[in-house]
């Protein structure tokens, strides 16, 4: 019997050593440090942009056609979740283009030919025959983008005029008629742009090319006809450009010569690969992967110092996964971990703006291509737009590699907001705080995060935790603090509630999980009225 016994309490206590052990291979530590004596950049309010593009229901990759019908020239203004999920950012920038805008024309005001559709045509230099934009859609786009309240840059044809070799080179200056017109009407109809965009891709990593100091002279052109059409008027519009894939001596020559003439650097990124690349997930979910994108993010800002031009930097588009993206990877709950690491990353380089591709369109829209119901993606963009203020703190991680920290002033409202994004699949990580101050010899001084007076009137962080549904990270459906996000029979877009926590309690990050926190009674100099605007 003794025996017996002592068996059994042997075999306890085995398997108490085994869940010891096991348990300390899924809770980790770590400590987030965080200057907060000034920041090290800033961002557009409306920092959270998405594209709107041109390509038609016959685009197709690999053998998938993803786009249905989220084309511009054919796109359900009506729907009433679009409406509303523009809607919820209150505003959200929208650029208009892409690979298309380079063979479309605009219809003229007194023009009786009818406008041609985009057609299928392998020979084609875009797999197209050129189209064509009636008045008629671009007053029904219109027409909605003062509904919804959005803000348009949109994508000028760059190749018009032009003779295109067959190595894709483009020579000859550019054909600005065409232009000319559409801004015209543009302008007489009362129709309020952002911005106005020269060409797509066009400096020689995708499709045809056209040298930089020939873009250069096309940028100063464009920029000299919209001074001379919106003369007199209250608001200028924006001059942006390349929106081409980053090159140093490309991005170089043309930032030297047409500085003077844009307010805006574009450019494109598709770090993860292509839609029919079996390794996707792998390269998402690994952070020296991601931290590849950095180099350009700094050679860029190196760039346009360098060259002492008040232009700025935007990500024109970004996709992740290029190609129409990838269906179940690029439009489920494992893309936020590229996209919203991303949004954090190309923030801490001072980029301004960061246009999501697609809004709705292909198999890496924000919407669902069929019903435009929010993908995950969308509601991590909608949380950032609303939390993450302008300013952003320098922010390390001490701790495991597969946490990514970022931090930014909150947005509208007292202290700071954390992202959080754990990229490991078997760890929770518990997260504490060291908010310092570093003097003129960067000795870090540490704040206090809480105290008593703030406890005594129940002053409680907030925090909004993004799961997949079931835990699949290919999942549809994303989980806010374990309930499911759906918008209503109505088409409303769900609210964001978050969870109130002691601010003296850790953090908890869950395996494969995303949080934002809100902490209130943080208050730090970077942060303070005085450098708000």
């Not at 024109?316 to 949004?343: A, I, K, M, T």
């Not at 302008?390 to 946490?403: C, I």
Request: with cysteine; net charge neutral.
């Amino acid at each position: 019997m003794a025996s017996s016994f002592s068996c059994f309490l042997g075999l306890c206590f085995m398997l108490l050593l085994l869940y010891c052990c096991q348990s300390s291979r899924i809770l980790e530590e770590g400590t987030v440090y965080i200057d907060g004596s000034a920041c090290i950049a800033k961002i557009d309010e409306d920092f959270i942009c998405a594209t709107l593009d041109w390509w038609p229901c016959t685009k197709c990759d690999y053998g998938t056609c993803s786009w249905g019908n989220a084309s511009l020239l054919n796109l359900d203004l009506s729907n009433k979740v679009l409406l509303n999920a523009i809607r919820a950012f209150s505003s959200l920038k929208i650029r208009l283009g892409g690979t298309l805008q380079d063979v479309l024309i605009y219809q003229m005001a007194h023009d009786k030919q009818p406008c041609a559709p985009f057609l299928r045509n392998d020979t084609e230099m875009f797999g197209f025959t050129q189209g064509c934009l009636p008045l008629s859609r671009w007053d029904e786009l219109n027409e909605f983008f003062k509904k919804t309240g959005a803000k348009v840059t949109f994508g000028l044809n760059a190749l018009n005029g032009r003779t295109i070799g067959p190595d894709g080179s483009a020579s000859g200056d550019w054909d600005s008629s065409n232009a000319e017109s559409f801004i015209r009407y543009t302008v007489s109809r009362g129709y309020t742009i952002h911005g106005w965009e020269l060409g797509n891709e066009l400096n020689g990593l995708a499709g045809a090319t056209i040298e930089a100091d020939q873009y250069s002279r096309d940028v100063i052109a464009l920029h000299k006809l919209v001074q001379d059409i919106y003369k007199g008027k209250n608001v200028m519009p924006l001059i942006l450009a390349p929106g081409g894939i980053f090159d140093a001596v490309w991005f170089s020559k043309f930032t030297d010569k047409a500085s003077n003439s844009l307010q805006v650097v574009t450019h494109h990124i598709y770090n993860v690969g292509g839609g029919n690349m079996t390794n996707l997930v792998q390269k998402i979910l690994d952070p020296s992967h991601l931290d590849e994108e950095s180099k350009i993010f700094r050679n860029l800002q190196g760039i346009l110092r360098n060259y002492g031009t008040s232009a700025v930097a935007w990500v024109g588009e970004s996709g992740g996964v290029f190609n129409s993206g990838r269906n179940l990877v690029s439009n489920s709950f494992v893309s936020s971990f590229w996209y919203l690491d991303q949004l954090g990353m190309s923030a801490t380089f001072d980029t301004k703006t960061y246009c999501r591709q697609t809004l709705v369109g292909g198999n890496y829209g924000l919407l669902n291509t069929t019903t435009f119901h929010p993908n995950p993606d969308y509601y991590g963009a909608l949380l950032w737009h609303r939390l993450m203020g302008r300013y952003v703190l320098s922010t390390h991680f001490q701790g495991t590699k597969k946490l990514r920290t970022y931090a930014h002033c909150s947005k509208s409202s007292d202290g700071i907001t954390l992202l959080l994004i754990n990229m490991h699949g078997g760890t929770t990580v518990n997260v504490s705080l060291s908010v310092g101050l570093a003097d003129a010899n960067k000795t870090p001084v540490l704040l206090r995060i809480t105290n008593d007076q703030n406890l005594k009137h129940g002053i409680q962080r907030e925090e909004y935790h993004l799961t997949a549904k079931d835990g699949e990270l290919h999942s549809q459906t994303v989980l806010l603090n374990g309930k499911e996000l759906n918008v209503d029979h109505l088409g409303r877009i769900p609210p964001l509630e978050p969870i109130r926590v002691n601010p003296s309690d850790p953090i908890s990050i869950a395996p494969f999980s995303i949080v934002f926190v809100h902490i209130p009674t943080i208050q730090v100099p970077a942060c303070s009225m005085f450098t708000r605007e």
